[in-house]
């Protein structure tokens, strides 16, 4: 009996170290990639097109990408939403200024674009490898699907829209502000020669 359970654990013990070694790996090169967005999400988009050339392709698979669909609008969700609502009305300090004289205070998401490119780009790897498998071909009449869909972000965008609006937020960053300053309208009259 000793032997049998000595035997369990030897096999298993470097199922564990492959699964770690994997990990660290996988790890590392996510390490890698992190402070490099554009290259990030160009693969993203890649794998998307190789995702939408194989449902092309096949002809089927409308419900995975339906699904898939979905999905991608409840993480854009997240991420164009602040990290404390202020509808909610829960914290006792809001997080977004409400009134001119508030202090400045940085948009905080509630969906970071780094947890939103690796869900979306995990989502795009698990619907590629599910079209591998014909169970998951349901026939449907695909342009319901996509009518729907459209339906459903068109309503989801315009009510973050009014969101956003009523509270005075833009949750993207596009670069430091740069004023023009007080232009001199004195031409070459004011300077000195010296």
């Known amino acids: 009996m000793e032997s049998f359970g000595g035997e369990d654990a030897s096999v298993v013990a470097p199922l564990n170290q492959w699964r770690h070694d994997a990990s660290r790996i996988f790890q590392y ?43 991608i609008l409840n993480l854009l969700i997240g991420f164009l939403s602040p990290l404390v609502d202020p509808e909610m009305g829960n914290s006792e ?13 940085p948009f905080i998401r509630r969906l970071p674009e780094f947890k939103f490119w690796y869900a979306i780009t995990k989502a795009f790897c698990i619907a590629f490898v599910l079209t591998f498998f014909s169970m998951f071909d349901v026939p449907v009449f695909w342009p319901i699907l996509l009518c729907y869909w459209m339906v459903l972000f068109v309503l989801t965008m315009r009510r973050q829209i009014s969101h956003m609006i009523k509270y005075k937020y833009v949750p993207f960053n596009i670069g430091k502000q740069k004023y023009g300053g007080k232009k001199s309208s004195s031409g070459g009259r004011g300077s000195r020669g010296d």
Do not use: C, H, N
């Open 29 to 71: 090169y996510l390490d890698r990639v992190t402070p490099l967005p554009y290259y990030r999400w160009l693969g993203t988009i890649i794998l998307a097109a190789i995702y939408v050339l194989r449902v092309y392709y096949v002809q089927g698979f409308y419900v995975v990408s339906y699904g898939l669909g979905i999905y």
């Open 93 to 105: 300090e809001a997080l977004l200024p409400m009134k001119g004289s508030d202090e400045f205070k």
